[in-house]
Each structure stands twice: as structure tokens, then as C-alpha cells.
């Protein structure tokens, strides 16, 4: 007879998870857990983190980071993996996943079996912990739900997502027709 699973997780939990290809996530002790994404997926997300990452080298206010991270605000029962977030950068130069607590922007590129987690409980969660600006990016339908921490619902975009930080002299722009171009 095997053991039955946990009802409710933790951080510590998920990161001793095995490396099966499956993205582990924990949200206030919920398991997570998606296949590896899509190609479509991937180029898209890859695509988001490298515009980020340019217009930060010219407005240096934060660190992008990408989808292999390991995001808890050091709470127990919280751990994440955003497509792309962003942290400022005084806590980025500490260099531990664990000192990490404020996230500037993150960003979820949808995949099928990640639907209801990116919009729903990482949303909440984001949304919780102050997060000014969530994105949630539909690839296939080319658009974005922008989130902020008091919204009920998101704002839709079709044809740009904008981005302005404090410290920024200029605001970050992407075109979504850019972001969507075929391979």
C-alpha cells in the first residue's frame, strides 16, 4: 500500500521534487503542476524576457529574471517559477532566491495546462503580495490580461503592453503584434 499524498504543501517540498520534466509550483500549500510548455509557449516567453531585459540595461531599476526561479517572498508554503519577473535591483545583488520580496512586474505566458493557475491562484497570489503590474499573456488568442493588486478583473490589451517603474525616465513599451510574429 503507497502513502497518500499531502494535502497541503510546501516550498521544501516542491523543491525536492523530481526532475521529470513537470514544472512544480506551490501556492499557500496547493501543488502545482504543469508539463513542460510548448515550443509556441517558450518563443514567446523568450521574446517578452529579452525586450525586458534591453530596456533594462537602458533604465537600469531591476533584474529580469526568468522561468527556472525559485520565488516565495520566503514564505513556507509559496513557491513560484514566472515566466518572467522582475526584482529591483538592491535585491538582486544579495544573489539568494530567498531574500527576494519585492517583485516589480511578473509575467505568465499561457499554456494550456496552465490556464487556471496563471489566472486564477498565481494571479491572487501576485495580486496579495502587492505586485503593481501582472501580465498574463495569451499566445494563442494574442492578447494580455493586465493585472494590478486591487483589480476584480483585468484590463485587456490587444496592442501593447506598457510598463512605466518610478525610477524609469521612460516608460517600457511592447508591441503584441511583435511579441506574436510567426516564427
Not at 491562484?121 to 492578447?143: C, H, M, N, S
Amino acid at each position: 500500500m503507497g502513502m497518500a499524498a499531502p494535502a497541503y504543501y510546501t516550498a521544501d517540498m516542491v523543491r525536492a521534487m523530481p526532475d521529470d520534466g513537470n514544472i512544480y509550483e506551490v501556492v499557500h500549500g496547493e501543488l502545482l503542476v504543469t508539463p513542460a510548455p510548448r515550443l509556441w509557449h517558450e518563443e514567446v516567453a523568450g521574446r517578452l524576457f529579452e525586450t525586458v531585459r534591453a530596456y533594462l540595461r537602458q533604465h537600469p531599476v531591476g533584474l529580469a529574471i526568468g522561468s527556472r526561479s525559485d520565488l516565495s517572498w520566503g514564505l513556507r508554503d509559496v513557491l513560484v517559477s514566472p515566466d518572467l519577473f522582475v526584482v529591483p535591483l538592491d535585491e538582486a545583488r544579495r544573489l539568494h532566491w530567498l531574500t527576494l520580496r519585492t517583485v516589480l512586474l511578473a509575467a505568465e505566458v499561457l499554456s494550456p495546462s496552465s490556464i487556471r493557475a496563471d489566472r486564477f491562484t498565481k494571479r491572487r497570489l501576485y495580486q496579495e503580495r502587492g505586485v503593481p503590474a501582472y501580465w498574463v499573456i495569451d499566445p494563442e488568442e494574442r492578447f494580455a490580461e493586465i493585472w494590478r493588486p486591487d483589480d476584480d478583473f483585468p484590463r485587456i490589451e490587444r496592442r501593447a503592453l506598457s510598463w512605466a517603474p518610478v525610477e524609469a525616465s521612460a516608460p517600457f513599451t511592447l508591441v503584441l503584434a511583435e511579441l506574436f510574429r510567426p516564427i
